[in-house]
């Protein structure tokens, strides 16, 4: 994004444009008011030009402003400086209820109004607000989770569900964005099953039908709930590159899981994967690198393979380049880093690893089972006597429970 676009789009230009107007009973339509404008600010100390006013306020064509000058507009409306501004615009912008980052076209409040239509199971209402939805806006998490943490705790999850389904933004919203990949007493997956399977047509929504049911029944060691010649049928006539990261990982991981169970799972296939990996690495960000990476190890864990993939050079190097880039902002981050800590920290003294992170954001409510299962894996790796003794035996009941067993092979 551009530079003009990344701040005259946002809620600061605006506030700024808004505070600067209100201390100095000034609002610019023309050159000359943005001079009126200048000597206000020089009676506050603090010198600037009305053509540099003029630029900021959009009469003038736009040119990009130096860091100090921002400053300047910062200092006249009483920041220490411009990044002093945007910290408190942060914390303010946060705590507000109505929000006019235009994700919903049926006004500020939507967000809060959408809260308690839900909490109500108010059908109309839930569509219509839902329908609203900016689906080409830039930062949609939290009414993601927002609806996720709604439907997980509701007592009319049926009703909700089904609601949900009923409009395109419902699904691609719920099903298709926060995939609760947690499936608390299995309400997701059966909630795939029954709603919506039978209101998807492309392609790519179902083969995320196919490879989130196949995947989640393997890990947990029960009977697949779909057909596999359906799942067949459906590959063979997909590009994969017409697929999004987060698809293509999906596909992998369930190939190789389904390979693995059907005792099909050879040293070719292995590096196939080595070779497809090097090929991705010039074609993704770190962010969809570590997606691609660490759904397939997961299933080469669980399959106790993973060590056959890491012992090849490139791929090695392909996994560390993206543990070293990482944020912890990913449960495939997470993923990572485990994986890392368990392979290479008796296999390379010499080889720098960070301490063990903490995943860094809190917007993952939908994978919690995940994240403690990664945190307390790694914390294992360094634990001693009693704390180790801990960490194992708990883990051993809960990743049975949760369909994560796979973190146990680098364990143990």
Not at 23 to 30: F, H
Not at 142 to 160: A, D, H, M, Y
Not at 165 to 176: A, C, K, M, P, Y
């Amino acid at each position: 994004m551009k530079d003009k676009e990344l701040f005259y789009r946002s809620v600061y230009y605006k506030a700024m444009c808004d505070a600067i107007s209100f201390k100095s009973g000034i609002y610019p339509r023309t050159f000359n008011e943005c001079n009126q404008l200048a000597v206000s600010f020089r009676q506050e100390g603090c010198i600037i030009s009305g053509h540099t006013l003029a630029r900021f306020l959009g009469i003038l064509p736009y040119r990009k402003l130096y860091p100090a000058t921002l400053d300047i507009l910062a200092n006249y409306i009483g920041y220490l400086s411009f990044s002093d501004y945007i910290q408190a615009k942060d914390l303010y912008i946060d705590q507000q209820l109505s929000s006019e980052n235009e994700l919903f076209s049926s006004g500020p409040f939507s967000l809060t109004a959408l809260e308690i239509a839900i909490k109500t199971t108010n059908k109309k209402d839930i569509s219509d607000l839902l329908m609203s939805v900016n689906m080409d806006h830039d930062d949609k998490t939290e009414l993601i989770q927002l609806l996720g943490s709604l439907v997980r705790n509701s007592t009319n999850k049926n009703e909700l569900l089904e609601i949900l389904i009923s409009t395109e933004n419902g699904r691609r919203l719920f099903f298709e964005s926060y995939v609760d990949e947690d499936d608390p007493n299995s309400y997701f997956s059966n909630a795939l099953q029954r709603f919506y399977y039978q209101n998807i047509q492309t392609p790519n929504n179902q083969l995320f039908y196919f490879t989130f049911l196949i995947s989640n029944a393997i890990y947990h060691n029960k009977n697949i709930p779909v057909e596999l010649k359906e799942f067949e049928r459906l590959i063979s006539e997909i590009d994969e590159k017409n697929l999004h990261f987060h698809e293509l990982s999906r596909l992998i991981e369930t190939q190789l899981l389904l390979y693995f169970i059907q005792g099909k799972l050879t040293d070719n296939q292995l590096y196939l994967l080595v070779e497809r990996v090097e090929e991705w690495s010039n074609k993704f960000n770190n962010h969809e690198l570590c997606w691609l990476i660490a759904r397939p190890l997961k299933a080469l864990a669980f399959a106790g393979v993973i060590n056959k993939v890491l012992a090849h050079k490139n791929f090695s190097e392909r996994v560390l380049d993206c543990y070293y880039n990482s944020k912890m902002n990913s449960m495939a981050e997470m993923i990572i880093q485990f994986i890392v800590h368990a392979h290479y920290k008796s296999m390379n003294e010499k080889l720098l690893l960070f301490p063990p992170l903490k995943l860094q954001s809190n917007r993952h409510n939908n994978e919690n089972n995940a994240r403690i299962v990664l945190e307390s894996s790694v914390s294992a790796l360094y634990a001693e006597s009693k704390v180790y003794d801990i960490l194992v035996r708990n883990l051993k009941s809960f990743t049975k429970s949760t369909g994560n067993t796979w973190v146990l092979n680098l364990i143990q």
